[in-house]
Nanobody, 117 residues
């Protein structure tokens, strides 16, 4: 069974940084594009960032562009999200998701990020 396990969330002050990780297993990680998606309290899902299977193409939501960096290590079957200059509005549960064609077919359990002083 495909597994996606996020880690690295926590409480950070505004302006701080966190790096999220998503450990993937039971599928050929290097063959699939991946995304980070978040859900703030009381709000719907918001797409954050996307990376193609090889890691050479990335895209970001306007709300995080210039502050977040998505990357992947296919040798380690791991997806990352480096988050800098964090703002209170970045507070959310962050999910990694596996993309199959045009849909997300597997999601992780999520990791909580709280930005607060």
């Amino acid at each position: 069974e495909v597994q996606l396990v996020e880690s690295g969330g926590g409480l950070v002050q505004p302006g701080g940084s966190l790096r999220l990780s998503c450990a993937a297993s039971e599928f050929t990680f290097s063959s699939y594009a991946m995304s980070w998606v978040r859900q703030a309290p009381g709000k719907g899902l918001e797409w954050v960032s996307h990376i193609n299977n090889g890691g050479g193409t990335t895209s970001y939501a306007d709300s995080v562009k210039g502050r977040f960096t998505i990357s992947r290590d296919n040798a380690k079957n791991t997806l990352y999200l480096q988050m800098n200059s964090l703002k209170p509005e970045d507070t959310a549960v962050y999910y990694c998701a596996k993309l199959r064609w045009t849909e997300y077919d597997y999601w992780g359990q999520g990791t909580q990020v709280t930005v607060s002083s």
